[in-house]
């Protein structure tokens, strides 16, 4: 296996953990680069890091975020989208700076431009220092859904079935109301990170994980590309490392 893998006895570890090792990376680097997941697994993380920011513990005040990804056609104001989720569990709750904080607008007037800009303004900022990530049941990694090709470039995509089912809940479970197209980091744009850590947390992740950690470099599964990084590890609860054991 290529890529490291720590697996924690419960979720809430794992959330622990990395929010001490991004602490310890603030105090460190103050205008760290973060790049952020949403979806149901990085939830403990953000609250983690929320206790922490409170304690004192945590400074984001000269750091800079970019999130992974967005819906097409939903407002920055939209609750149901990504910045109201990230609002809601982490930026309404720590001192990051608002005009360090940078998500994709799903409802920009023209959507080549804010793919074109976002790569841009990453770039501009230095690059990514930490990508956290999360992982797609389908293998997803951000919206760069299972394909016969992948786009390097930020970019529109169409969204799997699978991916709008498992975010139903934001559009109170209504699978026809989640917006069919997203936005996402590219891959190239992903893999440009310096450093990765991805997680994932849950049976319902054991055999993706099998398929990424263990299987071909493969577009059918996004995340398998992982491989490819010289500094990405996978973080594990027991039961989505169910399929490959306590391998470190
Ligand atoms: C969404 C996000 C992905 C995320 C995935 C996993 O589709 N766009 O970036 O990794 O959800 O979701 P969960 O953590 O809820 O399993």
Redesign the pocket.
């Known amino acids: 296996m290529f890529m490291r893998v720590r697996v924690f006895e419960t979720e809430a570890r794992v959330a622990r953990t990395l929010a001490s090792r991004i602490a310890t990376l603030l105090a460190a680097q103050p205008d760290l680069v973060l790049g952020l ?6 939830i403990p993380l953000y609250r983690a890091l929320v206790r922490l920011h409170r304690r004192g513990r945590a400074d984001f005040s000269r750091a800079t975020t970019f999130n ?2 967005e819906f097409v056609g939903i407002a920055r104001s939209d609750p149901r989208g ?1 910045h109201g989720f990230m609002r809601r569990h982490l930026f309404d709750h720590v001192n990051l700076a608002p005009q360090r904080v940078t998500l994709l607008n799903g409802d920009a007037p023209d959507l080549r431009r804010e793919c074109l800009r976002y790569d841009q303004a990453i770039a501009r900022d230095g690059g990514i220092d930490l990508q956290i ?5 389908n293998g ?4 760069n859904e299972p394909a016969h090709s992948l786009v390097a470039a930020t970019h529109r995509t169409r969204l799997r079935q699978a ?1 709008r089912r ?2 139903a809940a934001l559009f109170g479970h209504r699978l026809r109301a989640v917006p069919a197209d ?1 936005l ?1 980091m590219g891959m190239a744009t992903i893999l440009r990170a310096r450093r990765i850590v991805l ?1 994932a947390t ?1 049976g ?2 054991a055999r993706c994980v099998e398929r990424m950690l263990r299987g071909r470099v493969t577009p059918r599964v996004p995340a398998s590309f992982l491989q490819l990084h010289s500094d990405a590890e996978v973080w594990l609860d027991r039961a989505a490392a169910a399929s490959v054991g306590n391998a470190t």
């Not at 997941?37 to 990085?42: A, C, I, K, L």
């Not at 990530?133 to 049941?137: D, E, H, I, K, S």
């Not at 997803?140 to 919206?143: A, L, N, R, V």
Request: hydrophobic fraction near 30%.
């Open positions: 997941p949403t979806g149901r697994t990085p992974l990804d990504y990530l999360g992982l797609g049941v997803h990694i951000g919206f991916t498992a975010n997203g996402s997680l849950g319902s992740k």
